[in-house]
């Protein structure tokens, strides 16, 4: 479990950077705690490792026009110690004690993790349940990517080769809007079962599940369900929701727990 | 001679004592001696290709890339280090009719397993190695393979080593009494269940590692590793590589976890031996994880048709059951895999009354992972299917599961006697242990909680278990079926010239303290201050012969070496000071390091005393001959092994929702005889409790039909973790073994033993009033759920 040799490059500019991805086999490293493993289970060999470690263009979280803009290298860690986070992006806050442990949280970057688009991970459903976007940048100039079109597949994005992410914008809460977060994992810190984030303003209720399928997934039949504040007949909904089984737990144990999952996440939003 | 008891109750005895052990401070400033650590002028780095098929011919292989990849020192095919290496085969004669194929370091022609060597590569450095075994090139037929135990000798399944005719290794029945008068009998009601349980392994924090060097010069091998047999492997590498045994040192140092894996004769390992000879430099091998999980022998795997019979009253009438057990393509050498099986047979039911017994054991080849010992070898198998089958029949008569206990529990006036299956049993304290364990968790105000909170839809559940533990085995556990383990240790004092004490043992130190323990025995019954002694364990070339550490052995059998050992320096030392100071040795004592009268006051310094001895023996009488070194060894004589015993509850919650099952509180109350260290006693019983609840709710290497081990890493293969634990409650009971005069038993394994049966019964306990109840380990969510027929 070593990883094979390779390039290693620490870039200061946004634009050193992406000239040294336009290279073949240049994979960029955030908080390395996904690529690391991968490399030393020579899952991934990139000949070249761009380090993004050194880029303040991609550090920072600013509040404008009721968007918050967190950089792409911001740590989980920063983002608990945000107030700007903690206070106006509950559901965000919600989830990020759920993320591995603390010393993953120190090194992992929100952007590695949109970047990674693990079907089980939780930033990504967050995301998609608060109407968020990615912005990326590649040479071509930057651009910007709604959340919903943002997991493409197993580990797939709409980000193109070459291009880096950026940032994450979301939006704040707005006064009024409830948030439902819950999440089932058998041990703390790993990836759940199943889990589910609700963002409700008024009878606009947005659910993205994680953990179910291979990429995070909205549930539009719920979403109708729970807009009218039916709660059976949003977990009866997730029969249609195409579910994938893991190691830990089949499809029908997957579809079962979302349920349960759903339930308690809303019981949460409206309490 | 000195009253056994004083020894005890010595002003400066540290037997009983929570003492600080001497490597914590070093240990956790970072300057362990871990085999990695090692570097060495020369030395090779290993890395092995591995089969990616359960069962498949090797039809070529490719190395010419390999070798020539810049940094390579040498790539070996099976059939090439077969040259150097006398193939090996896991049979025990006392196991009549075990049966195992000759099995090679790096499989030849065919591999048996997903994760068998078929090739290894040495270079200046594991990368390099790894790089060059991705250029191996290896053709294989893939064959059809027998994964499924369960099927493993049906008519169609294949056979792995055709010339056996079938998959079977090993077969053995138990008949006593008339089971089935007692079946039948019309006064009994019968409960009958199939259990289940899953493979898992012992994760150890460091995984297995060798650094082997040989010098051609002296036709001699210097083998370093993390293990728990020294001189097990010293016979092994001779043996096998054909050197003379006293040319072969066998060194573990600071071993970073073992619980049983780090004591079988693993192909990794042995080639790493052979190759340092063939190449003369030396060779490193460090398991990575994913080679761990592929490798390190696998535990357990038992499918269980059990069933019990109990009258009214709940006394049990007769327990039977067939156990098929799945061990991988061989037996594991030079233990065996027919060991685990036989454990079962042999414990199952021995805490109780049990007049009419019947169990029949199957040991099955198949293409998976070899499965061996590990801690608590068939413990928890045993433990489970009697003390789940004894709650699920107290629960189908209506009895309360402690009153099923001490109905049924053999009485503590009533040692020694023997077990439904013959083993001897003597100085045990079942219901001693049940009473305090009631007293300790507050039963009857948990039981009314629990019935409280149903009432609230919170499905709590008490599961216990009455276990016992095989501990300090006499040589009718190994030695008496052939293999080369030592069943007696040996340890030696020295008095040096400053007055502190070299001490030396054969058993070894895996992180569980045990040099703790010898230092404590060695300076509390000599009589200095435990600081002034310094213990070296882990080295053929420098301790005395002897097993090491396995089977809970370290404290009850080094110990009491130990004791002797200084109990035979003080009287030797002793012998010295009457000369030098005109006294009798029997009006002396030895107290914090002086030799003193018999009310405590000092005469002499040891130091003095030694000095005198080294350096001016001119001062001393001419035909005086002073001996300032002592060795003793000890075995266990008139029992095959002196069991412990213990009581353990769990107390769970179980969400009928999600499937998942939190231990909220659990409770062990141990007679591992003397107590020499409390706070080292607890911690192995916490640490065996927590790898049972491993084994009964997270832990389990899980397959493909077709032989694919699924998790190989931290992440997908789910030990326990300290923010799920309960907080575990531990209390002793001490029954000290009348087999020796420190009266320990051993304690490392009762956890891992006693926590899986009771957490199974606190699970079905909850479960009960839903209409259904679990067997099978690991108790997942997804089990549980579909029990519940949830999903
Ligand atoms: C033990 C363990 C448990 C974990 N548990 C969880 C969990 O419960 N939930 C969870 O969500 N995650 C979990 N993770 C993953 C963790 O959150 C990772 O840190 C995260 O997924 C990736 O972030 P990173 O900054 O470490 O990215 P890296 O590992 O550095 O990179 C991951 C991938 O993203 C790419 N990448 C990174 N940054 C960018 C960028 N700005 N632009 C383009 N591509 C980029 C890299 O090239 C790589 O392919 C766990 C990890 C570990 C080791």
Redesign the pocket.
Known sequence: MKAPDFRYERPASLSEALALLAEEDA????????????MNFRM?APALLVD?NGLAD?AGITAADGWLTIG??TR?AALEGSAQVMEGVPLMARALP????PA?RT???L???L??A?P????PAVLLALGGEVV?EGPGGPRTIAADDWATGLYETA?APG????AIRVPLAAPGQRFGFHEL?RRH????LAGVCIAATGDAVRVAFFAISDRPVRAPGAEAALATGDIDAAVAALADLPIDGDLHAGPDTKRHLAGVALRRAWAEATS | MTNPLNLFDRPNSYIGKTVPRPDARRLLEGRGRFVDDIQLPRMGHAAFLRSPHAHARIVSIDVAAARAHPGVIAVFTGAEMAQHVEPYVGVLTHLAGLRSAPQHPIAVDIARWQGEPVAMVIADSRATAEDAAELIEVEYDELPAACDAETALDPGTPVIHPAFGNNLAWERTVDVGDVDAAFARDDVTVVERTMRFGRHTGVTLEPRAAVAEFDPSEDRLTFHYSGQAPHMMQFIFAKHLGLPEENVRVVAEDVGGSFGIKIHTYGDEVATAAAAKVLRRPVKFVADRAESFMTDIHARDHVVEGRMAVTADGGIAALAFDDLTGIGPFSMYPRTSAIEANQVLNLTGAPYVVPNYRATARVVFQNKNMMCQYRAVGHPIAMAICDGLLEDAAAAIGMDPVAIRRRNLMRDDGYPCASASGMKLADLSHHKAMDRLVELMDYDRLRAENAALRAQGIHRGIGFCSMVEVTNPSPMFYGVGGAPIASQDGATLRLDAGGGLQVASSVTEQGQGTNAILAQIAAGVFGVPIERVRVKTGDTETVPYGGGTWASRGAGIGGEAMLQAALALKSQVLDVAAVILQARPDDLDIRDGSVTDANGTPRMTLSDLARTVYYRGNELPSDLTPELIATRHYRVTDFPFVFTNGAMAAHVEVDPDTGFVRVLDFWAVEDCGRVINPQLVDEQIRGGVVQGIGGALYEECLYSPEGQLLNTT??DYLVPMAGEMPDIHVAHVETPTRTSVLGAKGAGEAGTGGAPAAVMNAVNDALRPLGTSIWQMPMTPERILKALGRV
């Open positions: 994979t960029p490293i955030a908080g390395g705690q996904s690529l690391m493993p991968m991934a993004l991609l792409a290298m989980y759920h993320i591995a442990h993953i090194r992992g970057t952007g590695g993790s970047a990674l693990d089980a991970a939780e930033m990326v980000r291009e880096l992410v950026t994992a810190g790993d990836y759940a | 931290m992440a």
